[in-house]
């Protein structure tokens, strides 16, 4: 369903009673009694699998998988699947500026790319009460998976001609993924760039955000919009450059302030943040994240442009007792807030 997301961007902002906007779709697995395997594989199961997810919880959009193995893979590095955790990239294919040269840009329908967007365009049919975003990885961050995450850090120093090489190269398949699900009729992406979040300002700057702006540049319009989530602990420290990009919204993870973040953001962004996903989705207790999701909505609910969020992608097997309890506690704390006012 086409939306005007630039309008629904300010719809968040200026409604009184702010809807959740985690990112949440792995746990679905639980409510249809499959396995992660079994999702990576089926366009159909991860709309359905959104599907289910949307029916459980009153959030502002549907969130698509964060499975940052998806590009990678595309590209050739190898994949590790298990049954009830996220896929993960093993090792490195770039290791010097002779592979970087000799690295081929994929085809949109490569590995599983054609899934996931088959996947949307299905659940674009399911879920239409609500902005549908598909995820895809950041520039940096599958750079860091082709070269191998922690020498991807020294090459920024030691041949940062060789990273930008590879980061051109990524940034033209993410930008062909991103408007692949956009012809399929997503309403947007998460675009997660969780690597730069712990690069230095201006490291950031030059290897992660010039790149992301160039693509954000090439796809969004005001019915297409690009989230920005970055996780890492540096974000604050870059929020200059992350705000460059022209992202409406930005998502952070539970590593930073938020409320010293939220000094930064201009009123006409939205940020989200910051609940622990691990430590509280999925390994907390009702007790405990209904505490984590009021202490953030008590520190940042005074800002018209903050959407109480996940930190991160929330795990598979998290507990949906947990899940529920936060989206419980914001329900309690904008109808309480607004009939106070």
């Not at 997660?192 to 702006?213: D, I, M, R, T």
Request: charged letters at 20%; hydrophobic letters at 45%; a negative charge.
């Amino acid at each position: 369903m086409k939306r005007n997301m630039k309008q629904w961007v300010e719809e968040l902002k200026n409604s009184p009673v702010k809807r959740a906007l985690p990112v949440l779709s792995f746990p679905g697995i639980q409510l249809m009694g499959i396995t992660v395997k079994d999702l990576i594989g089926s366009s159909d199961l991860q709309a359905q699998c959104m599907k289910a997810v949307a029916d459980r919880v009153d959030s502002a959009a549907s969130v698509s998988f964060m499975d940052l193995s998806v590009e990678a893979e595309c590209f050739g590095s190898e994949i590790r699947v298990s049954e009830d955790e996220v896929p993960t990239v093993i090792g490195s294919i770039v290791k010097d500026e002779e592979d970087a040269q000799a690295l081929q840009v994929p085809e949109v329908g490569s590995g599983r790319s054609r899934i996931y967007v088959d996947a949307i365009a299905k659940a674009m049919d399911l879920i239409t009460d609500r902005p549908v975003l598909a995820g895809v990885i950041g520039p940096f961050s599958l750079a860091g998976r082709l070269l191998d995450v922690s020498e991807a850090m020294i090459f920024c120093y030691d041949d940062p001609d060789m990273v930008h090489t590879v980061l051109e190269k990524v940034s033209q398949f993410i930008t062909k993924y991103i408007l692949a699900f956009k012809v399929a009729g997503a309403n947007g992406v998460v675009m997660a760039e969780p690597l730069a979040g712990l690069l230095s300002p201006a490291l950031a700057e030059e290897f992660s955000a010039e790149y992301v702006k160039k693509i954000i540049d090439q796809v969004q319009d005001d019915e297409f919009i690009v989230v920005y989530h970055n996780c890492g602990n540096c974000t604050i420290q870059q929020i200059d450059s992350i705000l460059a990009t022209g992202s409406p919204i930005l998502h952070f993870g539970n590593a930073i302030d938020i409320k010293e973040m939220m000094t930064h953001i201009p009123e006409n962004i939205v940020a989200a943040g910051n609940v622990d996903p691990a430590g509280e989705f999925k390994n907390g207790t009702v007790e405990s994240i209904t505490a984590a999701t009021r202490k953030v909505l008590e520190a940042c609910g005074c800002y018209k442009n903050f959407i109480i969020s996940s930190g991160c992608d929330i795990p598979p097997m998290s507990r949906w007792e947990n899940i529920d309890a936060f989206f419980n506690t914001v329900d309690g704390f904008y109808k309480s807030t607004c009939t106070s006012m």
